[in-house]
């Protein structure tokens, strides 16, 4: 099951903030949305914060910092995987 959240940030910490949800591992999908537009999509790999940090390395790393000198404000919509785990209950 998946959780999804928003989260506004200014152009300057668009990039970094990313970077910082990506290296959680959780995260399954990353939607850069200004003024209720999706500039981009970056799908990540369940469980392989490692591998999901090198797909930012460079083309989409690119984008974000093309991304983040234009848009003042951006909303970061985050996809999460809720942890299910059947003994807890």
């Known amino acids: 099951m998946s959780i ?5 940030v200014s152009g300057s910490n668009l ?10 591992g959780n995260i399954r999908r990353v939607r850069l949305i200004h003024e209720e537009k999706a500039l981009l999509d970056i799908p990540l790999s369940v469980g392989a ?3 999901a940090v090198a797909v930012l390395a460079a083309p989409l790393l690119a984008a974000l ?3 983040a000198a234009l848009v003042k404000e951006c909303t970061i919509e985050i996809e ?4 299910t785990d ?3 209950n």
């Open 4 to 8: 999804k959240e928003r989260i506004t």
């Open 15 to 24: 990039v970094e903030k990313v970077k910082e949800l990506v290296r959680q």
């Open 49 to 51: 914060p490692a591998a």
């Open 65 to 67: 910092v093309a991304i």
């Open 80 to 83: 999460k995987v809720e942890d």
């Open 86 to 88: 059947e003994s807890k």
